[in-house]
């Protein structure tokens, strides 16, 4: 039964990522499915060969572990702030190739072949032979007083600061 379960649960938390993101709410409920699936699980296993652990419920643990190693990462790179500093590592990229043509890096943002998204702001701050600067931040992405975190880019100091 720890199969099925498992099984049944990882296509649960598929379907429901799929289709409605990494939001909270979907977190929770599949958060809250994986827990009964385990307290069944524990309650019903198969006790083993010989009576030696429950077979159900190491399989339903193992599927879980297997899961989250999933859905984290991904659930992660769709915080806003991650999506912030992934538009700066963009930019570092594409100011990367411009120099490579150019000859320097580019003092504005529109000379850059970047796709833009319209949560999130992007601005160079100075761009020479020698380094670039700049910044981003995102709609959703807030200091503990409200207001909105802004993350740096210098290229002379080494990536984002």
């Keep these: 039964m720890g199969l099925i379960y498992s099984l049944f649960l990882g296509g649960v938390t598929a379907a429901l990522t799929y289709f409605f993101g990494y939001s909270p709410w979907v977190l929770i409920v599949v ?5 009964a699936g385990l307290v069944i699980s524990f309650g019903t296993g198969h006790h083993g060969f010989g009576g030696r652990g429950n077979t159900d419920f190491m399989i339903v643990i193992a599927a879980l572990a297997i899961t989250v190693a999933i859905v984290m990462p991904k659930y992660v790179q769709q915080a806003p702030c991650n999506q912030a500093r992934e538009a700066l590592k963009s930019v570092a990229a594409a100011q990367n ?3 490579a043509r150019h000859g320097t890096f ?3 943002i529109h000379l850059l072949e970047i796709k833009k ?3 999130i702001s992007i601005l160079v701050v100075m761009g020479n032979t020698e380094f670039f600067v ?6 959703d ?3 503990k ?3 909105p975190r802004v993350f740096t880019w210098d290229s002379l100091r080494g ?3």
Aim: charged share 25%; aromatic share 10%; hydrophobic share 30%.
């Design 31 to 35: 958060g809250i499915l994986w827990l």
């Design 97 to 99: 190739e411009y120099k």
């Design 106 to 108: 580019a003092p504005y």
């Design 117 to 119: 998204t319209p949560d």
């Design 134 to 139: 700049a910044i981003a931040s995102h709609k």
């Design 141 to 143: 992405c807030k200091e």
């Design 145 to 147: 007083d409200g207001t």
């Design 159 to 161: 990536g984002i600061q």
